[in-house]
């Protein structure tokens, strides 16, 4: 299967710290993108990292991309109750038509 | 500029009937991408269209699903002889044409299906 994987499935944490996702996926990509979906809502775009980027910064978010390991990071720094939500990584596969493939997400609490 | 419009945003249908969802994409797009979410999981890519065209259609079931972007009017996703089965969200994506750059791809709302 080429779908990523996020890691942690679940991510519970208090206001103000940080938190780190990971996602690991299969064959060579053209970029990879983080998603945010909070509960029975659509997906909101937060970040793409094209394969010859290492690292991209948006407000409190920063994504990592290692494409040797074939992995990617999501942190979210001073997190706020409002972060709460479901953390997709999708990528673009190379030689492959536009589709997106999804991991199955990190599901993430904010506690206040 | 609006966002991708779905509707019925829910959609609830007895075994056995046909389910319609539409997709209007932003303004200015003309690659429409549907997926399926069921419970508790991701995104599954189901087809990809540019006008008049299908691209991809490798996430479809081969029987009882059908997609179509026409030159005029929304997309549609229609599928037949409903099951049980086919609960779950439907969401549309849109992306611009020849937007390479970015390759970004805009969402919305999704269609909550409920077969019963």
């Known amino acids: 299967s080429q779908q990523g994987e996020e890691d942690p499935q679940a991510l519970s944490i208090q206001e103000g710290e940080n938190a780190t996702m990971n996602c690991s996926y299969k064959?060579?990509?053209?970029?990879l993108q983080w998603y945010r979906q909070n509960s029975g809502r659509g997906l909101v775009h937060l970040i793409l990292?094209?394969?010859?980027?290492r690292e991209k910064h948006s407000g409190r978010l920063r994504v990592t991309l290692d494409t040797s390991k074939k992995s990617s990071s999501l942190l979210i720094t001073a997190s706020r109750a409002a972060d709460t939500a479901s953390y997709f990584c999708?990528?673009?596969?190379?030689?492959?038509?536009?589709?997106?493939?999804f991991g199955k997400g990190t599901k993430l609490t904010v506690n206040p | 500029n609006a966002g991708v419009m779905q509707n019925p945003r829910h959609l609830v249908r007895r075994r056995g009937q046909e389910a319609r969802l539409r997709c209007s994409p932003m303004?200015?797009?003309?690659?429409v991408y549907w997926y399926r979410q069921l419970p508790e999981e991701g995104l599954k890519f189901m087809v990809y269209?540019?006008?008049?065209?299908?691209?991809?259609e490798s996430g479809m079931p081969k029987e009882r699903f059908s997609a179509e972007f026409p030159k005029e009017g929304p997309s549609i996703l229609r599928i037949q002889q409903v099951v049980r089965g086919d609960s779950a969200a439907y969401f549309c994506?849109?992306?611009?044409?020849?937007?390479?750059?970015?390759?970004?791809?805009?969402f919305g709302p999704g269609t909550r299906l409920t077969v019963t």
């Open positions: 990292i094209r394969s010859n980027e």
């Open positions: 269209l540019q006008k008049e065209n299908i691209i991809d």
């Open positions: 064959t060579s990509i053209n970029n």
């Open positions: 999708a990528t673009e596969y190379k030689g492959g038509s536009e589709k997106l493939v």
């Open positions: 303004k200015g797009h003309s690659h």
């Open positions: 994506a849109s992306s611009p044409l020849g937007d390479r750059v970015s390759y970004e791809q805009y």
